[in-house]
């Protein structure tokens, strides 16, 4: 008995064997191809017999804009630091960082004790030269006074001198007389020359006097003026930025004591490429987006271009100016893009339609190293050419013809074509392998006819 279900037992296994080898064989004959010929075939042949399937495009005209974005620091659009005039000690600052400032508000007030008496004392000079003007000018008033006594003797003289020649004539006088006459109107002559020189000595004087009292009215008010830089008033209107000295500290002429900014509008400085500079002009708009206030795009303005680069970094400075709503402070960071003007109109196509004969593997490699590399514009004269695959024919015997293309700007993934490709050719915008001249091609349900792409876009 026991052997009997022994004998059952190796019946079952030889009947399982059988049936096993016969389902492999059975799957041998559905694929129609042996081991010997599967060993036999070069690897990856399987997976890339047949047509490669591809997106197909129609090539059209557009215009590519790039807006690029730069960081920058928000400021004030004027920062000034107001400084002591005097010397003396600082009795009071009425303002703290932060505080609110108009134009011409008292912010401070030095100890003026000794200016104000150095105002008195010159006005008390200007006191004694006017009194010299007066004293002068009655000198003046007292030549005119003998000019007038000589002028009077000198008519006497001659009308004395008139009757003695007529005495002389009938012979009434003697010759000696009238001699005498005549002296006596000489001196009368060189009296009133004298008397008149004096006068305008005099006048000479007080002139002089004048200007003495002018020129102390001038020290009066250079000393006043000193006086009144004991008063510190703000220049702008705006926030005070920093507090640098304390009330009851002495300051110099020059010490530092308040920094003021002009918040009425913001100033935000960005380093750019040298390759933007001839794309960048003065009053040009930008957008600038804050960190601050992330829900909101702010407008501004160029309103500097600087004319010197750095020598190393070959960066150009530019300064943006915008208005403030009245929240925006300084140091905030500020990324500011500026509308670059659209190239000319030529044909657009995407910049992966240039790596169709590339392998997958190797275009995701590709992009993962671009991803790091932020000067990709840099490098532009170094694939200024590529190849494009254009589509021949349609439905089964579709194939592709490789086309040398003439590159030019890119942006936004996409990249204009100059030359090598017009308007309406069909190419491969993407293909599931790398592709080579003539090979045969499959369009995908996602390729567009040139009459679709037309009435589409």
Same mark, same amino acid.
Request: include cysteine.
């Given at each position: ?11 079952? &296994? ?6 096993? &080898? ?9 694929? !129609? ?7 036999? $075939? ?7 017999? @047949? ?9 059209q005209v557009g215009a590519i804009e790039q807006a690029r974005e730069y ?31 108009? #134009? @011409? ?65 009938? !012979? ?10 005549q002296t006596q109107v000489g001196t009368a002559q060189q009296a009133l ?7 305008? =000595? ?23 003026? $000193? ?11 705006? &926030? ?26 913001? /100033? ?11 794309n960048l002009r003065v009053g040009q708009p930008v957008q600038v987006r ?35 709503? @009245? ?18 109109? $030529? ?8 790596? &169709?004969?590339?392998?997958? /593997? ?6 993962? #190293? ?35 293309? =003439?590159?030019?700007?890119? !942006? ?11 308007? !309406?050719? #069909? ?8 592709? /080579?001249?003539?090979?045969?091609? $499959? ?13 589409? @876009?």
């Amino acid at each position: 008995m026991r052997r009997i279900i022994q004998l059952r037992g190796s019946l079952t &296994a030889i009947a399982l064997s059988a049936i096993l &080898a016969g389902s492999l064989g059975l799957l041998a004959g559905c694929n !129609g191809t042996s081991k010997a010929e599967a060993e036999s $075939r070069p690897r990856g042949e399987g997976q890339n017999s @047949g047509p490669a399937a591809v997106d197909a495009a129609t090539a059209q005209v557009g215009a590519i804009e790039q807006a690029r974005e730069y960081t920058g620091t928000t400021q004030p659009f004027r920062e000034v630091s107001l400084r002591s005039q005097a010397e003396g000690q600082l009795l009071n600052l009425s303002v703290d960082v932060g505080d609110a400032v108009t #134009q @011409g508000q008292t912010l401070g007030q030095l100890d003026s004790g000794v200016l104000s008496a150095a105002v008195t004392e010159a006005q008390a000079e200007v006191a004694a030269r006017e009194s010299e003007v007066a004293s002068a000018q009655t000198e003046v008033s007292d030549a005119r006074t003998e000019v007038e006594r000589a002028r009077i003797t000198l008519q006497q003289a001659q009308s004395d001198l008139r009757r003695q020649q007529q005495l002389l004539r009938d !012979g009434a006088i003697a010759e000696r007389d009238v001699e005498a006459s005549q002296t006596q109107v000489g001196t009368a002559q060189q009296a009133l020359r004298s008397a008149r020189e004096r006068v305008g =000595t005099r006048q000479q004087a007080v002139t002089a006097a004048q200007r003495r009292v002018a020129a102390q009215q001038a020290v009066v008010a250079q000393q006043q003026e $000193r006086q009144s830089f004991t008063v510190v008033r703000s220049p702008v209107t705006g &926030a005070v930025l920093q507090r640098v000295t304390e009330p009851g500290n002495l300051v110099q002429p020059g010490s530092e004591l308040l920094r003021v900014g002009d918040f009425s509008q913001i /100033k935000i400085t960005a380093q750019v490429s040298e390759l933007e500079l001839g794309n960048l002009r003065v009053g040009q708009p930008v957008q600038v987006r804050l960190d601050a206030f992330p829900n909101q795009t702010f407008s501004g303005r160029v309103s500097r271009v600087s004319p010197a680069a750095d020598p190393t970094a070959r960066l150009v400075p530019i300064e943006v100016t915008m208005p403030n709503n @009245g929240r925006i402070g300084s140091g905030l960071l500020a990324r500011v893009s500026f509308n670059q003007r659209p190239t000319a109109r $030529r044909v657009v196509v995407p910049e992966m339609a240039l790596r &169709a004969n590339e392998d997958p /593997k190797a275009r995701q490699k590709q992009d993962n #190293q671009n991803q790091g590399n932020q000067n990709q514009q840099s490098n532009r004269s170094q694939r200024d050419m590529g190849t494009i695959f254009v589509v021949e024919e349609s439905g089964d015997g579709a194939k592709v013809r490789a086309r040398q293309v =003439t590159l030019g700007d890119r !942006g936004d993934g996409e990249v204009e074509v100059i030359s090598g490709l017009k308007a !309406g050719d #069909q190419f491969v915008a993407r293909s599931n392998r790398a592709l /080579k001249d003539g090979d045969s091609v $499959r369009l995908s349900v996602l390729s567009k006819q040139p009459n679709q792409q037309r009435s589409g @876009g």
